[in-house]
């Protein structure tokens, strides 16, 4: 998943490069690149987060002594 991130930021980092204008640059690199992969990425990380997180196992009760 990161490495599709990374190469979807790739692209709208280049078409932002070569856009026409610098206001234009900046609306490309935000409109295409930033809120939708930070869209994409929060609604694929609820998965991880709803998932229950595993309990350290219960320590050993000491062993009783009869005296």
Same mark, same amino acid.
């Given at each position: 998943? $990161?490495?599709?991130?990374?190469? $979807? !930021?790739?692209?709208?980092? *280049?078409?932002?490069?070569?856009?026409?204008?610098?206001?234009?640059?900046i609306?490309?690199f #935000?409109?295409?690149? !930033? *809120?939708p992969?930070s *869209?994409?990425?929060?609604?694929?990380g609820?998965? #991880?987060?709803?998932? @229950?997180?595993?309990? @350290? @196992?219960?320590?050993? @009760?000491?062993?009783?002594?009869?005296?």
């Open positions: 998943m $990161w490495i599709v991130a990374i190469g $979807w !930021m790739y692209v709208v980092t *280049l078409m932002a490069a070569t856009a026409p204008s610098v206001v234009g640059g609306m490309t #935000f409109g295409f690149g !930033m *809120l992969l *869209l994409v990425l929060y609604i694929a609820v998965r #991880f987060r709803r998932r @229950p997180r595993p309990q @350290p @196992p219960a320590p050993m @009760p000491a062993p009783a002594d009869d005296d």
